[in-house]
Protein backbone atom coordinates (compact mmCIF):
# COMPACT_ATOMS: atom_id res chain seq x y z
CA UNK A 1 0.00 0.00 0.00
CA UNK A 2 1.87 3.24 -1.15
CA UNK A 3 0.53 6.67 -1.42
CA UNK A 4 2.98 9.95 -2.59
CA UNK A 5 2.38 12.88 0.18
CA UNK A 6 3.34 16.17 -1.71
CA UNK A 7 4.53 19.47 -0.47
CA UNK A 8 5.73 22.60 -1.59
CA UNK A 9 9.18 21.64 -0.62
CA UNK A 10 9.47 17.71 -0.69
CA UNK A 11 7.88 14.47 -1.96
CA UNK A 12 7.05 11.39 0.60
CA UNK A 13 6.79 8.44 -0.50
CA UNK A 14 5.46 5.25 1.45
CA UNK A 15 7.93 2.78 0.34
CA UNK A 16 11.26 1.69 1.02
CA UNK A 17 12.33 2.40 -2.45
CA UNK A 18 14.09 5.66 -3.91
CA UNK A 19 13.11 6.38 -7.23
CA UNK A 20 13.35 9.32 -9.70
CA UNK A 21 10.37 10.84 -11.78
CA UNK A 22 10.45 13.63 -14.29
CA UNK A 23 14.16 14.17 -12.26
CA UNK A 24 11.93 14.80 -9.33
CA UNK A 25 13.13 12.65 -6.76
CA UNK A 26 10.20 10.82 -4.53
CA UNK A 27 11.24 10.31 -0.71
CA UNK A 28 10.56 7.65 2.27
CA UNK A 29 8.06 7.96 4.63
CA UNK A 30 7.41 4.83 6.70
CA UNK A 31 9.93 3.35 8.88
CA UNK A 32 12.06 5.89 7.05
CA UNK A 33 12.09 9.70 6.72
CA UNK A 34 14.09 10.93 3.63
CA UNK A 35 14.96 14.65 2.75
CA UNK A 36 14.92 15.65 -0.72
CA UNK A 37 17.32 18.41 -0.40
CA UNK A 38 20.05 16.61 1.07
CA UNK A 39 19.33 13.20 0.38
CA UNK A 40 19.78 12.14 3.75
CA UNK A 41 18.13 9.24 5.11
CA UNK A 42 16.95 8.95 8.87
CA UNK A 43 15.50 6.06 10.74
CA UNK A 44 12.16 6.24 11.98
CA UNK A 45 12.09 2.69 13.80
CA UNK A 46 10.65 2.38 17.35
CA UNK A 47 12.92 -0.35 17.76
CA UNK A 48 15.76 0.82 17.93
CA UNK A 49 16.78 1.41 21.43
CA UNK A 50 17.89 5.56 21.68
CA UNK A 51 17.53 5.90 25.37
CA UNK A 52 21.29 6.34 26.72
CA UNK A 53 19.69 6.74 30.78
CA UNK A 54 16.71 6.25 32.30
CA UNK A 55 15.22 9.06 34.85
CA UNK A 56 17.10 10.41 37.50
CA UNK A 57 18.04 12.93 39.89
CA UNK A 58 17.33 16.16 38.44
CA UNK A 59 19.08 19.52 39.48
CA UNK A 60 19.52 23.47 38.67
CA UNK A 61 22.60 24.53 39.46
CA UNK A 62 23.77 27.97 40.03
CA UNK A 63 27.02 30.32 40.07
CA UNK A 64 28.06 32.67 42.33
CA UNK A 65 26.82 35.68 39.46
CA UNK A 66 23.39 33.30 39.48
CA UNK A 67 23.50 31.98 36.03
CA UNK A 68 22.42 28.63 36.05
CA UNK A 69 22.38 24.79 34.76
CA UNK A 70 20.61 22.15 34.83
CA UNK A 71 22.24 18.05 34.98
CA UNK A 72 20.83 14.55 35.82
CA UNK A 73 23.22 11.86 37.39
CA UNK A 74 25.80 14.08 38.96
CA UNK A 75 26.47 16.82 41.93
CA UNK A 76 25.86 20.18 40.19
CA UNK A 77 29.80 20.82 38.56
CA UNK A 78 32.47 23.20 40.28
CA UNK A 79 31.70 26.06 37.57
CA UNK A 80 28.29 25.92 38.85
CA UNK A 81 28.11 24.27 42.67
CA UNK A 82 25.04 25.85 44.61
CA UNK A 83 21.69 24.04 43.98
CA UNK A 84 18.71 26.50 43.52
CA UNK A 85 15.50 26.56 43.15
CA UNK A 86 13.23 29.36 40.60
CA UNK A 87 10.07 31.08 39.93
CA UNK A 88 9.96 31.79 36.55
CA UNK A 89 7.50 32.81 33.97
CA UNK A 90 5.65 31.16 30.69
CA UNK A 91 6.60 33.51 27.85
CA UNK A 92 4.45 31.15 25.88
CA UNK A 93 3.98 32.52 22.47
CA UNK A 94 7.26 33.54 21.99
CA UNK A 95 7.88 31.33 18.97
CA UNK A 96 4.17 31.86 17.27
CA UNK A 97 4.55 35.72 17.19
CA UNK A 98 7.49 35.02 15.53
CA UNK A 99 7.14 32.73 12.76
CA UNK A 100 5.23 32.90 9.55
CA UNK A 101 3.81 29.63 10.46
CA UNK A 102 1.53 31.72 12.41
CA UNK A 103 1.70 35.48 12.33
CA UNK A 104 2.00 36.87 9.27
CA UNK A 105 3.57 38.82 8.98
CA UNK A 106 6.27 37.68 11.68
CA UNK A 107 6.43 40.11 14.96
CA UNK A 108 9.74 38.83 15.86
CA UNK A 109 10.45 43.04 17.56
CA UNK A 110 7.61 42.02 19.81
CA UNK A 111 8.91 38.58 20.75
CA UNK A 112 12.32 40.67 22.00
CA UNK A 113 10.27 42.93 24.07
CA UNK A 114 9.07 40.33 26.04
CA UNK A 115 12.31 38.74 26.41
CA UNK A 116 14.14 41.94 27.30
CA UNK A 117 11.03 43.24 29.57
CA UNK A 118 11.48 39.44 31.70
CA UNK A 119 15.20 40.47 31.85
CA UNK A 120 14.85 43.86 33.15
CA UNK A 121 12.42 42.23 36.01
CA UNK A 122 14.75 39.86 36.51
CA UNK A 123 13.24 37.05 35.37
CA UNK A 124 15.70 34.29 35.07
CA UNK A 125 13.54 31.53 33.42
CA UNK A 126 10.68 31.02 31.49
CA UNK A 127 9.14 28.20 29.60
CA UNK A 128 8.20 28.64 25.93
CA UNK A 129 5.88 26.58 23.32
CA UNK A 130 8.83 25.40 20.94
CA UNK A 131 6.88 24.63 18.14
CA UNK A 132 3.38 26.27 16.46
CA UNK A 133 -0.26 25.32 17.36
CA UNK A 134 -1.73 22.06 16.29
CA UNK A 135 -1.74 21.98 12.37
CA UNK A 136 0.50 25.24 11.95
CA UNK A 137 3.48 22.48 12.64
CA UNK A 138 2.38 22.06 8.94
CA UNK A 139 4.88 25.09 8.14
CA UNK A 140 7.80 23.30 9.58
CA UNK A 141 6.78 20.15 7.08
CA UNK A 142 6.54 22.43 4.12
CA UNK A 143 8.72 25.59 4.37
CA UNK A 144 11.54 24.29 7.10
CA UNK A 145 14.64 26.50 5.79
CA UNK A 146 12.19 29.48 6.67
CA UNK A 147 10.77 27.84 10.02
CA UNK A 148 14.51 27.32 11.64
CA UNK A 149 15.86 30.17 10.20
CA UNK A 150 12.92 32.35 12.37
CA UNK A 151 13.25 29.57 15.10
CA UNK A 152 16.58 30.74 15.45
CA UNK A 153 16.90 34.22 15.14
CA UNK A 154 15.03 34.06 18.00
CA UNK A 155 17.21 32.07 20.40
CA UNK A 156 19.84 34.49 19.43
CA UNK A 157 17.61 36.71 21.49
CA UNK A 158 17.78 34.52 24.21
CA UNK A 159 20.89 34.10 23.92
CA UNK A 160 22.14 37.72 23.87
CA UNK A 161 19.90 38.59 26.38
CA UNK A 162 20.71 35.48 29.26
CA UNK A 163 17.52 34.52 29.62
CA UNK A 164 17.15 30.45 30.60
CA UNK A 165 14.36 29.07 28.73
CA UNK A 166 12.53 25.49 29.17
CA UNK A 167 11.79 24.09 25.55
CA UNK A 168 8.32 22.89 25.37
CA UNK A 169 8.75 20.77 22.55
CA UNK A 170 5.17 18.99 21.65
CA UNK A 171 3.89 15.69 21.54
CA UNK A 172 0.02 15.80 21.27
CA UNK A 173 -0.95 16.99 17.55
CA UNK A 174 1.51 15.46 15.04
CA UNK A 175 -1.54 13.48 13.90
CA UNK A 176 -3.00 17.04 13.21
CA UNK A 177 0.19 17.95 11.26
CA UNK A 178 0.01 14.46 9.25
CA UNK A 179 -3.43 15.07 8.09
CA UNK A 180 -3.18 18.74 7.39
CA UNK A 181 -0.14 18.03 5.53
CA UNK A 182 -0.68 14.76 3.57
CA UNK A 183 -4.93 15.13 3.43
CA UNK A 184 -4.83 14.73 -0.09
CA UNK A 185 -2.81 11.71 -0.15
CA UNK A 186 -5.08 10.00 2.32
CA UNK A 187 -4.10 10.55 5.61
CA UNK A 188 -6.46 10.49 7.98
CA UNK A 189 -4.82 9.57 11.55
CA UNK A 190 -6.11 10.32 15.18
CA UNK A 191 -4.61 11.16 18.15
CA UNK A 192 -4.54 7.61 19.20
CA UNK A 193 -2.87 6.68 15.86
CA UNK A 194 0.04 8.92 16.57
CA UNK A 195 0.20 7.43 20.73
CA UNK A 196 0.00 3.87 19.95
CA UNK A 197 0.72 3.32 16.33
CA UNK A 198 4.92 3.36 16.22
CA UNK A 199 4.26 3.16 12.24
CA UNK A 200 2.49 6.05 12.15
CA UNK A 201 2.99 9.24 10.21
CA UNK A 202 2.18 11.36 13.18
CA UNK A 203 4.52 9.57 15.25
CA UNK A 204 7.45 9.80 12.30
CA UNK A 205 6.78 13.46 11.88
CA UNK A 206 7.07 13.51 16.29
CA UNK A 207 10.22 11.79 15.82
CA UNK A 208 11.85 13.82 13.40
CA UNK A 209 11.11 17.03 15.23
CA UNK A 210 12.32 15.88 18.33
CA UNK A 211 15.43 14.74 16.62
CA UNK A 212 15.66 18.01 14.70
CA UNK A 213 15.11 20.48 17.77
CA UNK A 214 17.02 18.73 19.70
CA UNK A 215 20.17 18.42 17.65
CA UNK A 216 19.91 22.06 16.57
CA UNK A 217 19.47 23.86 20.08
CA UNK A 218 22.02 21.17 21.67
CA UNK A 219 24.94 23.78 22.11
CA UNK A 220 22.58 26.80 22.65
CA UNK A 221 23.80 28.45 26.41
CA UNK A 222 20.22 29.59 26.68
CA UNK A 223 18.01 26.04 26.53
CA UNK A 224 18.15 25.04 30.66
CA UNK A 225 15.76 21.73 30.29
CA UNK A 226 13.56 19.67 27.60
CA UNK A 227 10.06 19.29 28.13
CA UNK A 228 8.43 16.97 25.88
CA UNK A 229 4.99 18.76 25.35
CA UNK A 230 1.88 20.23 27.09
CA UNK A 231 -0.87 18.24 29.34
CA UNK A 232 -0.90 15.19 26.85
CA UNK A 233 -2.41 13.51 30.47
CA UNK A 234 -5.56 14.86 30.42
CA UNK A 235 -6.45 12.66 27.48
CA UNK A 236 -5.73 9.43 29.30
CA UNK A 237 -8.83 7.05 29.03
CA UNK A 238 -10.81 9.68 28.34
CA UNK A 239 -14.16 8.06 26.01
CA UNK A 240 -14.67 9.36 22.53
CA UNK A 241 -14.54 11.21 20.56
CA UNK A 242 -11.17 12.96 22.14
CA UNK A 243 -8.76 10.95 20.47
CA UNK A 244 -10.87 8.50 17.99
CA UNK A 245 -14.35 8.79 16.77
CA UNK A 246 -15.55 6.03 18.15
CA UNK A 247 -12.64 4.38 20.49
CA UNK A 248 -11.50 5.66 23.94
CA UNK A 249 -8.17 7.54 24.42
CA UNK A 250 -4.84 5.55 25.38
CA UNK A 251 -4.24 4.21 29.03
CA UNK A 252 -1.55 5.32 31.00
CA UNK A 253 0.86 2.82 30.09
CA UNK A 254 0.29 3.35 26.65
CA UNK A 255 0.49 6.91 26.95
CA UNK A 256 4.08 5.93 29.01
CA UNK A 257 5.05 3.76 26.25
CA UNK A 258 4.79 7.07 23.73
CA UNK A 259 6.36 9.63 25.75
CA UNK A 260 9.36 7.37 27.26
CA UNK A 261 10.11 6.99 23.46
CA UNK A 262 10.55 10.77 22.77
CA UNK A 263 12.17 10.91 25.90
CA UNK A 264 14.81 8.37 24.68
CA UNK A 265 15.58 10.46 20.86
CA UNK A 266 16.73 13.66 23.50
CA UNK A 267 18.34 11.26 26.13
CA UNK A 268 20.24 10.16 22.94
CA UNK A 269 21.38 13.43 21.71
CA UNK A 270 21.59 15.07 25.11
CA UNK A 271 22.41 13.43 27.90
CA UNK A 272 23.03 16.26 30.32
CA UNK A 273 19.88 18.29 30.54
CA UNK A 274 16.94 17.02 32.30
CA UNK A 275 13.45 16.24 30.57
CA UNK A 276 9.94 17.60 31.97
CA UNK A 277 6.71 15.22 31.07
CA UNK A 278 4.75 18.63 30.89
CA UNK A 279 1.78 17.35 32.18
CA UNK A 280 -0.80 18.96 33.92
CA UNK A 281 -2.44 17.59 37.38
CA UNK A 282 -3.94 14.51 37.09
CA UNK A 283 -7.75 14.77 36.75
CA UNK A 284 -9.08 14.52 39.98
CA UNK A 285 -10.85 11.48 38.49
CA UNK A 286 -7.62 9.82 36.81
CA UNK A 287 -7.66 6.01 39.13
CA UNK A 288 -11.57 5.91 38.78
CA UNK A 289 -11.17 6.74 34.78
CA UNK A 290 -8.32 3.75 34.75
CA UNK A 291 -10.22 1.09 36.11
CA UNK A 292 -14.32 2.18 35.35
CA UNK A 293 -15.59 2.27 31.93
CA UNK A 294 -17.07 5.50 30.51
CA UNK A 295 -20.37 4.30 30.61
CA UNK A 296 -22.75 1.76 32.89
CA UNK A 297 -21.80 0.42 35.98
CA UNK A 298 -18.21 0.22 37.66
CA UNK A 299 -17.33 -2.90 40.06
CA UNK A 300 -13.86 -1.47 41.00
CA UNK A 301 -15.34 1.85 41.89
CA UNK A 302 -19.26 2.31 42.66
CA UNK A 303 -19.14 6.04 42.48
CA UNK A 304 -18.03 5.05 38.82
CA UNK A 305 -15.98 6.32 36.25
CA UNK A 306 -16.24 10.46 36.99
CA UNK A 307 -15.72 9.86 40.84
CA UNK A 308 -13.53 11.34 43.16
CA UNK A 309 -9.84 9.81 43.81
CA UNK A 310 -8.74 9.68 47.27
CA UNK A 311 -5.18 11.33 47.83
CA UNK A 312 -3.19 8.05 47.51
CA UNK A 313 -5.05 6.84 44.22
CA UNK A 314 -4.37 10.22 43.02
CA UNK A 315 -0.88 10.61 44.15
CA UNK A 316 -0.41 6.75 42.34
CA UNK A 317 -1.64 8.08 39.08
CA UNK A 318 0.96 10.96 39.46
CA UNK A 319 3.90 8.81 39.93
CA UNK A 320 2.71 6.09 37.09
CA UNK A 321 2.15 9.40 34.21
CA UNK A 322 5.36 11.02 35.36
CA UNK A 323 7.14 7.70 35.18
CA UNK A 324 10.49 8.08 33.17
CA UNK A 325 10.84 11.74 33.75
CA UNK A 326 13.84 13.06 35.23
CA UNK A 327 11.25 16.04 36.52
CA UNK A 328 7.66 15.97 37.05
CA UNK A 329 5.21 18.38 36.26
CA UNK A 330 2.03 19.92 37.07
CA UNK A 331 -0.21 22.50 36.29
CA UNK A 332 -2.66 23.86 38.17
CA UNK A 333 -4.69 26.88 38.37
CA UNK A 334 -7.57 28.16 40.42
CA UNK A 335 -11.21 26.51 39.36
CA UNK A 336 -14.16 26.39 41.24
CA UNK A 337 -15.05 23.84 39.72
CA UNK A 338 -12.65 21.55 40.56
CA UNK A 339 -12.46 19.25 43.64
CA UNK A 340 -9.75 16.85 44.70
CA UNK A 341 -9.97 14.05 46.97
CA UNK A 342 -13.47 14.88 48.85
CA UNK A 343 -16.51 15.84 47.46
CA UNK A 344 -17.97 17.01 50.87
CA UNK A 345 -14.25 19.14 51.23
CA UNK A 346 -12.64 19.94 48.36
CA UNK A 347 -9.10 20.44 47.67
CA UNK A 348 -8.90 23.47 44.82
CA UNK A 349 -6.35 25.47 46.16
CA UNK A 350 -2.20 25.24 45.74
CA UNK A 351 -1.88 23.11 48.29
CA UNK A 352 -2.18 20.08 45.67
CA UNK A 353 1.22 21.10 44.68
CA UNK A 354 2.55 20.60 47.99
CA UNK A 355 0.77 17.50 48.11
CA UNK A 356 2.06 16.49 44.74
CA UNK A 357 5.50 17.45 45.59
CA UNK A 358 5.58 15.17 48.89
CA UNK A 359 5.24 12.28 46.54
CA UNK A 360 7.79 13.65 43.84
CA UNK A 361 10.34 13.84 47.17
CA UNK A 362 9.97 10.02 47.70
CA UNK A 363 10.51 9.48 44.11
CA UNK A 364 14.08 10.99 43.90
CA UNK A 365 12.46 13.88 41.13
CA UNK A 366 11.89 17.17 41.45
CA UNK A 367 8.55 19.09 40.94
CA UNK A 368 7.85 21.73 37.95
CA UNK A 369 4.81 23.65 38.20
CA UNK A 370 4.78 24.96 34.89
CA UNK A 371 1.62 26.06 34.93
CA UNK A 372 -0.11 28.28 37.80
CA UNK A 373 -3.04 31.11 37.92
CA UNK A 374 -5.74 32.54 39.04
CA UNK A 375 -9.31 31.73 37.85
CA UNK A 376 -9.65 32.04 33.86
CA UNK A 377 -9.01 34.73 32.32
CA UNK A 378 -7.78 36.57 35.18
CA UNK A 379 -4.65 34.88 36.12
CA UNK A 380 -1.82 36.98 36.78
CA UNK A 381 -5.06 39.95 38.02
CA UNK A 382 -5.86 42.76 38.23
CA UNK A 383 -6.97 42.17 41.81
CA UNK A 384 -5.06 41.44 44.95
CA UNK A 385 -7.94 38.55 44.81
CA UNK A 386 -7.39 37.49 42.05
CA UNK A 387 -3.61 37.48 42.60
CA UNK A 388 -4.22 35.45 45.90
CA UNK A 389 -3.81 31.93 43.92
CA UNK A 390 -0.70 32.69 42.08
CA UNK A 391 0.56 34.02 45.89
CA UNK A 392 -0.32 31.02 47.48
CA UNK A 393 1.45 28.73 44.85
CA UNK A 394 4.69 31.10 45.77
CA UNK A 395 3.98 30.64 49.32
CA UNK A 396 4.15 26.65 48.65
CA UNK A 397 7.57 27.03 46.84
CA UNK A 398 9.20 28.88 49.20
CA UNK A 399 7.87 26.98 52.35
CA UNK A 400 8.85 23.75 50.33
CA UNK A 401 12.62 24.78 49.77
CA UNK A 402 12.43 25.49 53.66
CA UNK A 403 11.91 21.87 54.26
CA UNK A 404 14.28 21.00 51.63
CA UNK A 405 11.71 19.74 49.64
CA UNK A 406 11.20 18.79 45.85
CA UNK A 407 9.59 21.29 44.28
CA UNK A 408 11.90 23.23 42.47
CA UNK A 409 10.93 25.44 39.73
CA UNK A 410 7.62 27.19 38.73
CA UNK A 411 6.68 29.09 35.88
CA UNK A 412 3.34 31.41 36.57
CA UNK A 413 0.67 31.76 33.67
CA UNK A 414 1.85 34.19 31.45
CA UNK A 415 4.49 36.55 30.98
CA UNK A 416 3.43 39.00 28.04
CA UNK A 417 1.08 37.12 25.76
CA UNK A 418 0.64 38.70 22.48
CA UNK A 419 -1.07 36.16 20.73
CA UNK A 420 -4.11 36.51 23.32
CA UNK A 421 -3.74 39.67 24.92
CA UNK A 422 -7.57 39.97 24.06
CA UNK A 423 -8.72 37.05 25.83
CA UNK A 424 -6.54 37.04 28.63
CA UNK A 425 -4.45 38.54 31.75
CA UNK A 426 -1.46 38.30 31.58
CA UNK A 427 1.65 40.09 33.17
CA UNK A 428 2.91 43.27 30.89
CA UNK A 429 5.60 45.44 32.71
CA UNK A 430 4.51 49.36 32.79
CA UNK A 431 0.94 48.64 30.88
CA UNK A 432 -1.54 50.91 30.64
CA UNK A 433 -4.51 48.90 30.10
CA UNK A 434 -7.06 48.64 33.15
CA UNK A 435 -7.25 44.70 33.36
CA UNK A 436 -3.45 44.67 33.26
CA UNK A 437 -2.88 47.02 36.26
CA UNK A 438 -1.98 43.90 38.89
CA UNK A 439 1.55 43.28 36.69
CA UNK A 440 3.72 45.82 38.94
CA UNK A 441 2.37 43.76 42.21
CA UNK A 442 2.69 40.01 40.54
CA UNK A 443 6.36 40.93 39.67
CA UNK A 444 7.00 42.26 42.94
CA UNK A 445 5.33 38.57 44.73
CA UNK A 446 7.52 36.77 41.75
CA UNK A 447 10.91 39.26 42.74
CA UNK A 448 9.70 38.25 46.63
CA UNK A 449 9.75 34.70 46.00
CA UNK A 450 13.13 34.32 44.05
CA UNK A 451 14.51 36.07 46.82
CA UNK A 452 13.87 33.87 49.05
CA UNK A 453 14.24 30.79 47.70
CA UNK A 454 17.80 31.94 46.94
CA UNK A 455 18.97 33.58 50.16
CA UNK A 456 22.52 33.55 49.08
CA UNK A 457 22.39 34.71 45.73
CA UNK A 458 24.89 37.00 44.20
CA UNK A 459 23.45 39.26 40.82
CA UNK A 460 20.86 38.56 38.58
CA UNK A 461 20.56 35.07 37.21
CA UNK A 462 21.58 34.35 33.72
CA UNK A 463 22.28 31.95 31.60
CA UNK A 464 25.17 29.11 31.55
CA UNK A 465 27.95 27.64 29.23
CA UNK A 466 26.19 24.94 27.36
Same mark, same amino acid.
Given at each position: ? !???????????? +????????????? &??? &???? !?? %???????????????????? =??????? /????????? #???? %?????????? #???????????? =???????????????????????????? #???????????????????????????????? !?????????? =??????????? /????????????? /???????????????????????????????? +??? $???????????????????????????????? *???????????????????????????????????????? @??????????? *????????? $??? /????????????????? %??????? &????? *?????????????????? #?? $???????????????????????????????????? !??????????????? $??????????????????????????????????? =???????? @??
Amino acid at each position: Q !FFVAVSRTKLYF +LSTTVVMVDSIRI &CVL &CMFF !FE %CSTGKTLNMSSKKTESVRSA =SRARICA /NLDGKLRAV #VDVH %CPDAFPRETR #VAGANLFDALWI =SSSGMTEPPQPQTALAGIQSAVASNITV #VRMFAGLWGPNMNFWVENSSTYWSEFDSLMDA !FDAHGLNVIM =SIGYSDWWWVA /NEAFAEHGINETR /NDMVLNATSVGRALAHQYFRDIVSRYLNRTSV +LLW $ELGNELNLLVDLPPPACDPTQQCFNTAQMVAY *TTTLAGIIRSIDPRRPISSGFSTPRASAWHQSVCPYTGKC @TAAPDGYWGTD *TVSRWLDQL $EAQ /NQGMDIWSIHHYLDNKS %CYFDRNN &CIRNA *TLASIAAGRARQAGALLY #VG $EYGGQNPNFTGPSVQDQAFPAQMLQFQVADANSEGA !FALSTIWAWECPTHR $EDMVCIWPKSTVPKEQGSARMISLLSDANAKLNPQ =SIGVGGIS @TA
